[in-house]
Nanobody, 119 residues
Framework: HVQLVESGGGSVQAGGSLTLSCAASGSVRNCMGWFRQAPGKEREGVAA???????WYGDSVKGRFTIFVDTGKTNLTLRMSGLDPDDSAMYYCAARSFVGCGFSRIFTDWGQGTQVTVS
């Protein structure tokens, strides 16, 4: 299993920026990503990155969010800019060790989440 701990959430004004981090430890992960869930809404994929640095982004965040992971796959970063109140949600770091990446894949390991509030 992979242990994931998110940090960096907080409150920001619309148009502002925020960077989320996820510290990962444990077994090898081929795919890591960020998901979010707002109250009353379904969880949605925000960004994902695989072992070849191929990236996936949700339609609503393309051009505003960027996902990075270090070479050791121990630190996953989500840089968010141009934040909008609709981006307010609990953001979760997730990982999977199996082949394949992207939001349609099953992520087996999840962090506890970090709250992002945009006003």
């Amino acid at each position: 299993h992979v242990q994931l701990v998110e940090s960096g959430g907080g409150s920001v004004q619309a148009g502002g920026s925020l960077t989320l981090s996820c510290a990962a430890s444990g077994s090898v992960r081929n795919c890591m990503g960020w998901f979010r869930q707002a109250p009353g809404k379904e969880r949605e994929g925000v960004a994902a990155i695989d072992a070849y640095s191929r990236r996936w982004y949700g339609d609503s965040v393309k051009g505003r969010f960027t996902i990075f992971v270090d070479t050791g796959k121990t630190n996953l970063t989500l840089r968010m800019s141009g934040l909008d109140p609709d981006d307010s949600a609990m953001y979760y770091c997730a990982a999977r060790s199996f082949v394949g990446c992207g939001f349609s894949r099953i992520f087996t390991d999840w962090g506890q989440g970090t709250q992002v509030t945009v006003s």
